[in-house]
């Protein structure tokens, strides 16, 4: 019975014992599951507050650089002042302390913490003396509770106006406004970021937590490397502010393009801006004129459809025309740059020359389909697809609504309208042995690692005419430069080819021409036996001088001189050292006198005799009947000497022999 109550009691202490256990389990995981499940949040956060702080990190936007890793704009992380309105004691005494600091006015600063609310914003991105003339005040006057700083990117263009409206800019929020800046905004954009520092009891940040940073590895702040050349871009600025000074135009537009491979070696315009003060700047500066501007092309336009005839065989380089000086075509009067007849010249004398009625003629024989045909292989028409923003189509017309005139005036590049990356490309494609290119501006785009993310091949778009026909074409051009409109573009111990251009200016209206307002241009490519640059000047508007065989010529050779030396290109010709051709053989002429008006009455019969220096064949001969003087030109282009010397005196309806140089 004893044994048996013993058992009883051990049983039940036993029990007792679980019980309890099991109660003390229950009420520990009840325990753990209240701190897990209901507190877990709020204690986690009061540790990490306890072990470190959170913070926003910003990633500064990507660099843009040239092809040889010259940074052309990049990004460096600066200070941002903001204010809790919230905590502000005394908001006269804030902005009294800040405004001279900051270089804000007083009420500015009244206004931004007016706005009210837990966050605004006083200065962004500001000098690193300025960051820190303002933290010395915020800790000798207690401002922490409501003054503080956030990191963010401040874009810097170390070059100022270089390749301005190539690369564009950046407005307050990293969002890329205009150029590649917007074009690869995606790519390039910098990111925020938020990262967690382990800290000691004084949240000073534990070295172990610094060095364990990474550096960014995200999608984005990617660098872009463009197909500019920094050295090319200087020497084609220099040369249009030359331009600028010379010429006093409306805009200077030039681009220069590899037609080996599409890449834009430079593309420059002015006037133009600084990035970094883009907002000082008139908004019509931003524009790149060279994707988004349309004009009629004028002459530069004949190298295209003298390719197109030769390849077409309707025309041969010695066939033979007669120039009537002007022709009519639907009631519309086609006539020659000068005004003048050439006679009975060859093909190759209208391309050197630049004769309009031959060119109307050729273009008739094409036809509407065939030469809108080759205007569109050659990539007028459509964009190319550059990756800049605003790019232009440009204007064709549709072959089946054209009438002769329209063949005609196309045919000498007036009526279309082209941007000036589509003439200089479809230039680079006769460069390029008839190939068209796709030109590209942009190199390779890099991950902020280093890494390659993606890199851009050559393109071909299609053959535009066959290679023999290309030479031919090429011959041509350069004898445009050897001895024709385009001689000012020549550099001694170099074969040159290319076109001129004189084109009308249409009125803002569409209707018509606008009446002494011309653009004047040059497109051309070196060395002849090599192609390695192809160069497009374009002169709005000049003053004075307007045809482009007289000064976009002498600016694109000058600016195919230095590019030759800087690409250290051997010379391809023997030349002597005086001048690049040998002297021609020129008709004698009298001396040039001393220009002294003639003194005295002018006896009956007799007539003196005028000065016909710099003048046209069309003003020569209109200045010799007015004095009743019989008249023969030599040559073409102005006047350089004539045969009886200005201001003496001579018989009405003497002759006199004028020598004209283009």
Known sequence: MT????????????????VFL???????????????????????????????????????????????????????????LFVDPNHVQNADAVAEDLAPIIGKDKQEILDDIAVGGGFAWVKRRMEQTEYEAVRQVIREKSYGACLGFRDEAKRYYPNDV??????????????????????????????????????????????DSIFARKRYRGDRCKTIELTIDSGIQFIVEQEIDKAIAANN?????????????????????????????????????????????????????????????????????GDYYVDPGYVMVSDKRIQNWNGESFGTVTFTEIVKSSINTGFAQIGL????????????????????????????????????????????????????????????????????????????????????????????????????????????????????????????????????????????????????????????????FAPVEDPQFVVLVIIDDPKGTFYGGQIAAPIAGSIFSKILRYLRIEPSTTVTA???????????????PAKRPYVGAVPTGKVVVPDFSGKSIREAAGLAGENDLSFEAVGSGFATSQSIAANTLTDHGTKIIVYFDP
């Open 249 to 317: 135009p409306n805009a200077v537009t030039c681009v220069v393009l590899d037609p080996k491979s599409g890449d834009v070696l430079a593309m420059a315009q002015r006037p133009s801006y600084n990035p970094n003060r883009f907002w000082d700047y008139d908004p019509t500066t931003w524009r790149n004129r060279a994707v988004s501007t349309i004009y009629e092309p004028g002459s530069t336009f004949k190298a295209m459809v003298a390719g197109a005839a030769l390849q077409e065989k309707i025309v041969a380089p």
């Open 578 to 592: 005086d001048d690049d051709e040998p002297a021609k053989p020129k008709p004698k002429a009298a001396p040039k």
């Open 3 to 18: 044994l048996r109550k013993n058992r009883v009691r051990v049983q039940t202490r036993i029990g007792t014992l679980v």
């Open 22 to 80: 099991l109660g003390m389990i229950g009420l520990v995981t009840f325990r753990y599951a209240w701190i897990q499940l209901v507190q877990g949040g709020e204690l986690a956060e009061r540790m990490r507050n306890q072990v470190g702080i959170d913070y926003s990190v910003q990633s500064p936007r990507g660099a843009i650089i040239d092809r040889h890793g010259r940074e052309l704009a990049v990004s460096t992380m600066t200070k941002s």
């Open 162 to 207: 270089l390749a301005a409206n190539v690369i564009g800019f950046v407005g307050t929020d990293d969002k890329g406004l205009d150029g590649i800046e917007q074009a690869m905004d995606k790519y390039i954009k910098g990111e925020v970021t938020e990262e967690f520092i382990y800290t000691d009891r004084s949240a000073t940040p534990i070295l």
């Open 365 to 524: 024989k094409l036809g509407a389909e065939r030469l809108m045909h080759y205007a569109e292989l050659f990539g007028f028409g459509e964009p190319t697809d550059i990756d800049l923003p605003g790019e232009e189509s440009g204007l064709l017309f549709n072959p089946q609504e054209m009438v002769d005139s329209d063949i005609a005036t196309s045919s000498i590049g007036q009526s279309i309208a082209v941007t000036p990356l589509q003439l200089v490309t479809a230039m680079a494609a006769i460069a390029n042995d008839g190939v068209l290119l796709k030109p590209h501006i942009i190199k390779s785009i890099r991950n902020a690692d280093g890494s390659i993310y993606s890199e851009t091949e050559k393109q071909e778009v299609r053959r535009v005419i066959d290679s023999a026909t290309d030479k031919t074409l090429i011959g041509l051009l350069e004898e445009v430069v050897a001895s024709g409109g385009g001689k000012k573009a020549k550099v001694k111990g170099y074969r040159v080819a290319g076109k001129t251009g004189t084109a009308q200016k249409i009125r803002e209206d569409a209707l018509g021409y606008m009446e002494g307002h011309y653009i004047a241009s040059f497109c051309g």
